[in-house]
């Protein structure tokens, strides 16, 4: 295979980036992960709280997808994300993060430690952070309540099915210009999947990102999640999640690659007591981008940690048959 496009940009977070990155990584591409850095749910609360750092729960999960280290089964990987379940201070931490907080001490430096991090895992790839600036994502609802940080957006103790008007950082942030760099240089852009407003977005409201991705002559793809989400996009279809994401970027998008597969009934009412659902699919046949309609579910449900507080989506796509599809939109 000719090595047209070496250079593949992916921008999000969280388990979305993570199952992209699997999948990727086993493609002869310049891999860059532009991670968010407005976390402030579980570990990463603590993480911020205690030690006064950025929150790295998105950046490890990069770091892990990336690793070369034996496959899934890998040692080193399964101790970046065990998370531990006794234990005062420390049940609901992983090893992954309070490793990144020590390196960081010894180096002086939460940059730096991500780097070593990287080498310690032996990774394919390079996972940069959208900016080191401390802030904190805001969001203003149809009713004008507005909620200050990510988490209660993600686990709303408000009414999550009121739509989000607008989203913000607070202080503003600054782009890390590693990620400018990667995205001027990059070949393929891909945008999710992921939680629309809380680890997509995030990286679009970073002082320069979104102007980056505008100007860029990369081809851009986005993926389309597999479910809505309470809080966050209750009752998105496709077309919403499209036209959220128009806002921030403008009409820029070559490909959005949209799941076909069903899922299993008993999923699917487990969902539904969430009052989340599949996300329909209305994208016109008439969009200027390319539709890529495609059966990219997996069919492994997770299952998360005992001391994992947060929520965590039930299914996820399959790694390998996305990264397909991905690098068939520019071979």
């Not at 913000?168 to 990620?179: G, M």
């Not at 680890?199 to 991705?213: C, D, F």
């Not at 059966?295 to 989506?313: F, H, N, T, Y």
Request: aromatic share 8%.
């Amino acid at each position: 295979m000719k090595n047209k496009y070496p250079s593949v940009v992916c921008i999000g977070g969280g388990t979305g980036t993570f199952v992209t990155l699997s999948g990727l990584k086993a493609y002869p591409y310049a891999l860059r992960a532009i991670v968010t850095m407005s976390d402030s749910g579980g570990s990463n609360k603590r993480i911020r709280d205690e030690f006064g750092l950025l929150p790295t729960s998105d950046v490890r999960q990069c770091l892990i997808a990336l690793s070369e280290e034996g496959g899934r089964k890998g040692l080193l990987r399964k101790l970046f994300m065990y998370r531990f379940e006794k234990g005062n201070g420390l049940s609901g931490m992983t090893f992954g993060n309070l490793f990144m907080a020590a390196l960081s001490d010894i180096l002086g430096s939460q940059e730096e430690a991500i780097r070593q991090t990287g080498k310690v895992l032996r990774i394919k790839g390079t996972v940069i952070p959208v900016s080191f600036t401390d802030t904190n994502l805001f969001a203003k609802y149809e009713n004008g309540h507005v909620v200050s940080e990510e988490h209660f957006i993600d686990e709303p103790l408000h009414d999550g099915t009121m739509k989000i008007t607008n989203i913000y950082l607070k202080p503003k942030a600054q782009a890390n210009p590693e990620a400018l760099e990667a995205i001027k240089n990059a070949h393929l852009i891909v945008l999710g999947p992921g939680d629309l407003y809380t680890s997509l977005l995030p990286n679009l409201l970073v002082e320069g990102i979104a102007a980056a991705i505008k100007k860029s002559s990369a081809k851009k793809v986005y993926i389309m999640n597999l479910m809505t989400k309470f809080g966050q996009t209750y009752n998105f279809t496709a077309q919403d999640h499209v036209k959220t994401l128009e806002k921030y970027i403008g009409k820029c998008l070559d490909s959005v690659i949209v799941n076909t597969k069903e899922y299993p009934e008993d999923v699917l009412k487990k969902y539904k007591s969430m009052k989340e659902s599949p996300v329909v699919d209305d994208l016109g046949q008439k969009a200027y981008y390319r539709i890529v309609r495609k059966p990219i579910v997996s069919d492994e449900l997770i299952e998360k940690s005992k001391a994992d507080g947060l929520i965590r989506s039930l299914i996820r796509h399959d790694s390998e048959k996305l990264a397909k599809e991905i690098i068939a939109t520019i071979e």
